[in-house]
């Protein structure tokens, strides 16, 4: 399916690997022009020529943590006007929120709540005035199951959450739409870090770590990342125009309610 994007710019976050990089091969794929921004140059250079060379797509990079007020300026200076922003920032660690000073909280709000926020407010009205924009913020499935070690993920992404179900329906009139996808378990590096230390803390076998974890998924595996990327490009599609507000919830059937 055409998704009518074709020739549009998009600034995507933390894209040098994982769900950031999915959703941008998917975008690029769609015939968007990307400017991708992630921590590691090298890492990033290396995704941006996987990318380019897969898509046939134009791809510049932004070597900047997006966490940062001099990260989120160099971003927007590379891609003052996008049309298309995928916002996207590592989750904080796991731990017992007795452990969590203020420090501790203050960094997990700042990195998955007030940076999108910021990059929203950055570029929505733009977006407004030139009758299109797509925002895409990538959460996780805790904002709808929360996990009790993922304290900090789960408040952070809550409130971004109910920040967006705000604002997303005062800019629908204008053809910018803003919406959330929450994923459950893909098969990242980051996920995979997480099952080998789980593993060893356990004292299993990483193979058996992975079979436990995958048995509490009713799709029997986890999900591909490049399912994740072609969701994000649905909804920054023109087909998506009366999509706004929403939480996309992609985990297998992992999350067990009716709603």
């Known amino acids: 399916?055409?998704?009518?994007?074709?020739?549009?710019?998009?600034?995507?976050?933390?894209?040098?690997?994982?769900?950031?990089?999915?959703?941008?091969?998917?975008?690029?794929?769609?015939?968007?022009?990307?400017?991708?921004?992630?921590?590691?140059?090298?890492?990033?250079?290396?995704?941006?020529?996987?990318?380019?060379?897969?898509?046939?797509a134009d791809v510049a990079t932004v070597a900047a943590d997006i966490t940062t007020s001099a990260g989120r300026t160099a971003a927007l200076a590379a891609c003052p006007k996008p049309d298309i922003l995928v916002n996207n920032a590592g989750g904080p660690p796991p731990g017992d929120f007795r452990d969590w000073d203020r420090e501790v909280w203050i960094k997990a709000i700042d990195a998955n709540m007030l940076t999108p926020i910021e990059m929203i407010k950055a570029t929505v009205d733009g977006m407004m005035e030139r009758g299109f924009g797509r925002i895409v913020n990538i959460t996780s499935s805790s904002v709808k199951a929360p996990i009790d070690v993922l304290g900090l993920s789960n408040g952070a992404r809550?409130?971004?959450?109910?920040?967006?179900?705000?604002?997303?329906?005062?800019?629908?009139?204008?053809?910018?739409?803003?919406?959330?996808?929450?994923?459950?378990?893909?098969?990242?590096?980051?996920?995979?870090?997480?099952?080998?230390?789980q593993a060893e803390k356990r004292g299993i076998s990483f193979e058996d770590s992975v079979?436990?974890?995958?048995?509490t998924i009713p799709?029997?595996?986890?999900?591909?990342?490049?399912?994740?990327?072609?969701?994000?490009?649905?909804?920054?599609?023109?087909q998506a125009a009366y999509v706004t507000g929403q939480n996309f919830l992609i985990d297998g059937g992992a999350y067990p309610g009716t709603f």
């Open 1 to 56: 399916m055409d998704l009518g994007i074709a020739g549009r710019r998009a600034l995507v976050c933390a894209a040098s690997k994982g769900l950031g990089k999915a959703c941008a091969i998917s975008l690029g794929r769609a015939g968007v022009h990307l400017t991708i921004v992630a921590r590691t140059a090298e890492t990033l250079e290396a995704a941006a020529r996987e990318i380019g060379e897969s898509t046939g």
């Open 158 to 197: 809550s409130g971004l959450t109910g920040f967006i179900a705000g604002v997303a329906r005062t800019t629908v009139k204008r053809n910018v739409t803003i919406n959330n996808l929450l994923p459950g378990s893909f098969g990242t590096d980051r996920l995979f870090s997480t099952i080998r230390a």
């Open 211 to 215: 079979k436990a974890r995958t048995a």
């Open 219 to 238: 799709a029997g595996r986890f999900g591909d990342p490049a399912e994740f990327g072609d969701a994000c490009a649905y909804l920054c599609s023109a």
